[in-house]
């Protein structure tokens, strides 16, 4: 094989791995979660700052599910893992703007397949929003 | 290298590359049907949900009306478990016809959706997942690989043929190792299990143990219905370990909750199959029969788990005299005069002409309770389990497959009487038959 050759294959594999490593790295990334979920009469949507053990902030946004204006409510956000019946005391929503809770504090106790119960309580009615999160403590 | 082996050689590279490029992984059960048995609106529904393969795509439902059938308009609708239902149509079921009510509804996402049957005062929510194959990023790795191979050798062939040597020979060393990534990603992907389909369950870890079991809390409403009446049998499931709602029922014997509610004395008999209408709670229509105590005994099966059996009672309050006499249990046909407690019997049932049609995946089913109403089991027909263990998938319940002759072999655990219920399906019409038996202790 002539140097040229042998310097574009060296130079096609390097950046191969090169890629592989950037992709493996994007997929393991502790980054920020959204999720979304309905109740009965409410919608909520969590963002994470991550799924993983430890401290965990929540940022919560609930709505009514028929457009109309929000009770007064508070919010609450538990979780579980069913799989090995783990389950985590509610954290309370601290009230941040209208319609606007954030939680902080210890939700996922190992890593695996959780779900998180959003409870919103008004004067009339309990709704419970629950939705999936992978917990990954990845390499890290 | 000379030019006519680098031509020659970027040639073979090139067809093989074409050759090689991987077959899409292959993804577990994306096109599985999932077929659920539902008790609504006073009618035995068979629900087959016969997948998409693709999003947006078609969602095929056959509801399948068993006799007797009670005249409904039934509201059918899809939604991702996280919104609004996304396409929606009604079905009308005719009074006492037995026939399949196809629909066609579209699902736009992949994952966890609820099909959701609606009629006045009863609504049923049956889980399932849109799942769509996807090949992983090895697979658009190597899919890439293959491609940048074939695009590489193309321009080197063209490099060698109008005479630049030294372009074709980087161009072709570019594309043999592109070959080379290519290939070695292929048969490593090839190795490994395929990738989790789109909209997948987030994959528990219950292993060998299983998840917790389910307790149920089970009442009536209202909590003592009268004889002749109508009332609602409301059975509500928490998790032993955190006491929530359970809520991750699977599929079971072709439904997500079996139940069988007798009268005491055994002379009244229901099998039917509750609605999930709430996170962990299922709900089922029934008119009381027969006055007097009740027993309730319910087969489900949670995620990752086996199944399990819950139980509860109730009351029927009035008098017996105002409602029909039931029919009397006859003897369990071939079986000994003498039945043992803890040896297993045949028990083989003539069910007279015409085939019979599978219900729950089997051609019949052998109900057993004991006098006391403590203990519950069921048989299933020997020719349509063996089959089961086969591989071969059962036959549409439209399908006249098995009979007239069902076979059941069953152990009676210990000596009493035993109520034995036999049911089987002909011409969608689902046909109990009460028997009983005194079963004996093992001779000392
Ligand atoms: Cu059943």
Redesign the pocket.
Known sequence: MRPRTLTATVAVLVLTLLGLAALETARSAPEPLRLHGIGERYAATVRLDRARTGTVEADIAVERRDGAAADAVTVTVAAAMPAMGHVTAELPGRQVGPDRFHARGELFAMPGAWQLDIRVRTAAVVDVITVDVRVDNGGG | MSIRSLTAAALALLVSSVAAVPAAAHAPDAAADTVL?QTFAGTELTVALRHPERVPGPLRVDLIAHLPAAAVTIAVSVRPVTSDPVDAVTVSVERDTARTYPVELTVRGTGAHWLELRAPGEVSQLPFRVLVPRAGTAGWLATGAFAATGLLLACALAGAVTGRRALAGLLGGAGATAFVVAATVALLTATLPPAAPEGAALTGTAGPQGRPYAQARIRTEPATPAVGDEFTLRVELTDGSTGRPVDDLVPH?A?LA?AVVTSLDGTAFH?V?PRRVAPGRLEVRLRAARPGPHVVTVEVERAESGGQLVSGRFEVTGDARTVAAPPLPQPLPGVPRDVVAGAPVRVEIDTGPGRIQPW?GMAGHLIVRDDAGAFLGHAHELASMNADAAGFAPPDDTVAAYGPTLRFAFTFPAPGRYLVWLQYVRDLRLVTVPYAVNVRAEPA
Do not use: G, I, M, R
Request: aromatic residues 0%; neutral net charge.
């Open positions: 048995a014997h439904a079996h099998h199959h729950l």
